[in-house]
Each structure stands twice: as C-alpha cells, then as structure tokens.
C-alpha cells in the first residue's frame, strides 16, 4: 500500500484528538494526590529528586491490599503521576 501526505495527516489528526480526549478526561475525572502530611514524603521526593519514577516508588507503602486500598477496577497501572496529578500550589 502506497502511503501519502493525506494518509499521515489523517494519523496525525486522529492521534491528536485521542490524545487531548485523554488528557482532557484525565485531568477532569481523576483525584489529585492531596497536599496533606500523609503524602509529605511524596512531594518532598518529587522536589529533591524532581522525578515522578522516584515519588511513585512510596505509594505502595501506604496503598496496598491492606492500608488504604485502591478501589475496585482501578487501573492496573502502576505510575501513579500520570493519573493522580500532585496539587499544583506544592510545585
Ligand atoms: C505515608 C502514607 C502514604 C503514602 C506514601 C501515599 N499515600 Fe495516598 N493516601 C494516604 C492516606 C492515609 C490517604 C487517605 C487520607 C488522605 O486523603 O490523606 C490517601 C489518599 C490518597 C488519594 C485519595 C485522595 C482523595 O481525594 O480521596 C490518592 C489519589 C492518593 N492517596 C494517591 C497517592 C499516590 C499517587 C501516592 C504516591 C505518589 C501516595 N498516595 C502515597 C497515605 C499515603
Ligand atoms: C491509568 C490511570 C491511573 C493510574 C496509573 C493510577 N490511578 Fe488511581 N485512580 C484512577 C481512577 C480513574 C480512580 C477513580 C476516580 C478518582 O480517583 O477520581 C482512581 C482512584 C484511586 C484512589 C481512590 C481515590 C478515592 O478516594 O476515591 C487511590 C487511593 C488511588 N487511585 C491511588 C493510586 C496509586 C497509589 C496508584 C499507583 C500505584 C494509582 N492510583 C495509579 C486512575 C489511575
């Protein structure tokens, strides 16, 4: 199959559609890592380490099976950040 300017256009298009879809839901619908003692360590490590890797590393201490668990059908992903945005005052 012979590819053209149109056809990648269209990828082009079609990709950015999906992706604000996606950020526009995501920044809407999902709760934000409160700013409060229990999530501390997580923006101090943010601030220090200014990696999202670094900071998710702590979540499972406290969200687990066992201590706050995360609600049922909750994605299965496990970087935090790109879902539960930090508050943007403690940046
Ligand atoms: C020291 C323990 C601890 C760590 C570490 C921790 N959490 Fe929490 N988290 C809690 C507790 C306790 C609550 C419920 C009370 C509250 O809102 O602080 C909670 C609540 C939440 C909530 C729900 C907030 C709401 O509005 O209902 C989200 C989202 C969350 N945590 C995400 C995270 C993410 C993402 C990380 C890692 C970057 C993380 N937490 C690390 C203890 C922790
Ligand atoms: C793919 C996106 C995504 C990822 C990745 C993700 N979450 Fe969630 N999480 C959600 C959605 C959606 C909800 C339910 C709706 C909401 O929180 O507003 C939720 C709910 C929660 C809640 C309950 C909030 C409440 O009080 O209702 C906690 C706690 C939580 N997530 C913690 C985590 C932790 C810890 C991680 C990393 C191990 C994580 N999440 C990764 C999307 C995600």
Not at 32 to 48: E, G, Q
């Given at each position: 199959m012979k590819i053209d300017a149109k056809d990648l256009l269209f990828v082009a298009l079609a990709g950015l559609v999906l992706a604000g879809v996606f950020f526009v839901s995501g920044e809407e619908t999902t709760k934000?890592?409160?700013?409060?003692?229990?999530?501390?360590?997580?923006?101090?490590?943010?601030?220090?380490s200014g990696s999202?890797?670094?900071?998710?590393?702590?979540?499972?201490?406290?969200?687990?099976?066992?201590?706050?668990?995360?609600?049922?059908?909750?994605?299965?992903?496990?970087?935090?950040?790109?879902c539960h945005k930090i508050e943007r005052a403690a940046r």
């Open positions: 934000r890592v409160p700013y409060d003692a229990a999530h501390r360590t997580t923006y101090d490590v943010l601030k220090k999202r890797q670094e900071a998710e590393r702590g979540c499972g201490t406290c969200h687990n099976e066992t201590a706050n668990p995360l609600p049922a059908g909750h994605p299965p992903e496990n970087r935090c950040l790109f």
